[in-house]
């Protein structure tokens, strides 16, 4: 098995799991975690043997909590436009033919929430906790982030996470459509199995070919992505964002009018 730094994976019975491994960050993902990513969603994504792929996160706290704030000055420290091939990865998640299942164990913060975004689908413990906070530490996802989030669940409620940077239970996700189900902790692992081994026993072909059939609707809004990357890099640039970075890092309120 392929061993990695930031990440775990590991492959049982036809699914591969992809667990972010840096729970000291509460799973936040650098320029390297996001490489790890992309190579076993490249791993998993075209080996035969393998029906199912599950994305979460390493402990209890959090799936994930987007982009390392601590890794980022004006851009964060690996490929892409931003300093995160985050382009690619959303994308990839969707090219992948095979379902990918977010395994939300904690937080889905930011970035986090994005993945969840993503995912084809999505089971969430009881503790699990949403929302974006880009417009709170001075970003934005101008991609899947946004526009995919609000074919998801809709307009208004894909504005007013973004808007006011609130916190949703999983219960909430559950009725927004976020997430397909929540269960208590202890039982998240047999939930998420269940549902993977019920995909298991279909067509895999079929399978692959309504993935590729959902997501050409919505395809376009990878353009939408790269464009807004490259606006996001000239705004990481501006003192009212990186404001919005050394707050979250000195654990303060942001100062964005001043
Ligand atoms: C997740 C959340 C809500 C947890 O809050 P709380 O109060 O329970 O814990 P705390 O103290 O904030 O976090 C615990 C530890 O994890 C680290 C913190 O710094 C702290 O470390 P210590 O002080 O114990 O050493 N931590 C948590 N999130 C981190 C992160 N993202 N980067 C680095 N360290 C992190 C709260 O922590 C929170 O809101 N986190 C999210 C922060 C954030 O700004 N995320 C990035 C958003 S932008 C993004 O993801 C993105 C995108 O979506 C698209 C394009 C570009 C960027």
């Not at 208004?156 to 609130?166: M, N, P």
């Not at 998240?188 to 279909?202: C, F, G, N, S, T």
């Amino acid at each position: 098995m392929r061993s990695f730094e930031d990440i775990l994976y590991t492959e049982h019975g036809g699914v591969a799991t992809i667990a972010i491994n840096r729970p000291e960050k509460y799973n936040a993902f650098r320029g390297q975690t996001c490489d790890e990513i992309i190579q076993a969603l490249h791993l998993a994504g075209w080996n035969k043997d393998i029906g199912v792929i599950i994305l979460t996160g390493v402990g209890e706290k959090a799936f994930c909590s987007g982009g390392d704030q601590s890794a980022q000055e004006g851009g964060y420290d690996g490929r892409g436009i931003i300093g995160l091939p985050l382009e690619e990865l959303h994308s990839l998640i969707r090219e992948v033919p095979k379902p990918v299942i977010a395994r939300v164990n904690g937080y889905a913060i930011g970035g986090g929430n994005v993945l969840v975004t993503c995912c084809d689908l999505a089971i969430a413990s009881e503790n699990a906790i949403f929302g974006q906070v880009g417009p709170r530490v001075g970003s934005v996802d101008p991609g899947f982030g946004t526009a995919y989030l609000s074919r998801v669940i809709g307009e208004k409620r894909a504005r007013e996470i973004w808007y006011l940077c609130r916190k949703y239970t999983a219960q909430q996700a559950l009725e927004w459509g976020l997430v397909n189900a929540v269960v208590p902790m202890d039982q998240l692992d047999q939930e998420v199995e269940k549902w993977a081994q019920e995909i298991m026993a279909l067509s895999p072909t079929a399978i692959s070919i309504a993935k590729r059939s959902f997501n050409a609707d919505s395809d376009s809004i990878k353009g939408i992505g790269s464009l807004g990357m490259q606006t996001l890099k000239l705004f990481y640039e501006s003192e009212e964002s990186k404001e919005g970075v050394k707050a979250f890092l000195e654990k303060r309120k942001p100062r964005f009018r001043d």
